[in-house]
């Protein structure tokens, strides 16, 4: 006989991405194979975990709400510079590395 599961802590979850360091290894992890849709689902997932969520983020961000939105949707297809000004809003930046390691 199994032990009941648990529903999945999505407070604890947000906790965790809303801290910077955790949030750059999340996306760092979720980059890592190249796989874009799955890097703008975690974007879209530390944004919504931030106090306030894509909204503030939009606002810190200087971006415009709707248009984040739209990019982090998952047919949305966001530009460098609005990443890279979200990632700024959230105490993070891009970075490139040799993959020849």
Known sequence: MTAPSKPFDFQGRDLLLRD???AS???AECLEDGDIELFQEALRNVARAQDGGVR????QADL???NLYRALSRKGKPQLETV???LAAL???????SSHH
């Open 84 to 86: 890279t000004k979200m």
């Open 25 to 27: 290894i999340y996306l």
């Open 56 to 59: 503030a983020v939009a606002k």
């Open 64 to 66: 415009n709400r709707e």
């Open 20 to 22: 910077p360091e955790q």
């Open 91 to 97: 105490g993070l930046r891009l970075t490139v590395t």
